[in-house]
């Protein structure tokens, strides 16, 4: 296959994707930002007067914490959703005919989930500005951790749709897996603030790296050292990727 060929394949599986979510704007984008923004409003107005985080005020703390949230949690969505979408409704063979390779498959899928994340986490941070003025001590490790982040959600839910075989299953790996990683990461406290063992087992939640590492970009402060946070994130994305595209190669419960 010509580069042409296989660009042209990425190119039409992921604009499929994008407008596949794009279409239903109002529900996959607008809804989340409206979730993030009732969080927001009600944590900050409950807590501001009372909790500061590393000297920060805790509407300021929260903020990019429930961006990065939407960010992770939109983007295995996106993915994951649509593959058990269409191996239900038997539509995945027009997918899975055309001769691209596994590499571009993969690419479209978590490039088009990243994308709705990114679109999600943009808007929830543009709709609070007008509760706090927000701001950025580093904005490469801003984009670096939203970009990693979202991919690796992207690649997992890919993992979920490919394994599940009804919704119901799709909501348990939601349900049991991805909202406790999430809301048990940082994104509404700091971890220092958790006694000894539960802070401890934070440490084991690759998402509280994702979120601790967003935050500084903002504050220029953590709780564990940027770094260490990006090779967490960044090991964990190719670890994931690693078995994605293993999945893909095998075919296993896509091609039988």
Not at 23 to 43: D, E, G, R, S, W
Not at 167 to 176: I, K, S, V, W
Not at 204 to 212: A, G, L
Request: net charge neutral; proline share 4%.
């Amino acid at each position: 296959m010509s580069i042409n060929e296989l660009l042209i394949g990425f190119w039409t599986l992921f604009y499929k994707e994008v407008l596949r979510f794009w279409k239903v704007a109002f529900q996959t984008v607008a809804a989340p930002v409206l979730t993030a923004m009732l969080y927001l409003m009600i944590f900050g107005h409950v807590l501001e007067d009372h909790v500061r985080v590393h000297g920060i005020g805790y509407t300021s703390f929260l903020i990019p914490g429930l961006v990065m949230m939407q960010v992770l949690q939109n983007a295995f969505a996106n993915s994951s959703s649509s593959l058990i979408q269409a191996k239900i409704t038997g539509s995945i063979v027009f997918v899975l005919l055309p001769p691209i390779p596994y590499g571009a498959f993969f690419a479209a899928y978590v490039l088009a989930a990243l994308l709705r994340g990114l679109m999600v986490g943009v808007g929830v941070l543009l709709a609070t500005v007008v509760f706090v003025d927000l701001q950025v001590a580093a904005p490469l490790w801003i984009f670096t951790f939203a970009f990693l982040s979202g991919a690796l959600f992207g690649a997992l839910g890919m993992v979920a749709g490919i394994w599940v075989e009804k919704f119901d299953q799709l909501a348990a790996f939601q349900n049991f897996l991805i909202m406790p990683l999430t809301m048990l990461s940082g994104v509404f406290y700091s971890i220092h603030s958790l006694p000894p063992f539960w802070r401890g087992l934070s440490h084991y939640n690759p998402v509280f790296y994702m979120i601790d590492g967003f935050r500084y970009g903002f504050f220029g402060v953590s709780d564990v050292a940027p770094e260490l946070s990006l090779a967490v994130v960044a090991g964990c994305l190719l670890a994931v990727a690693a078995i994605t595209l293993g999945l893909l190669r095998q075919g296993w419960k896509l091609r039988n």
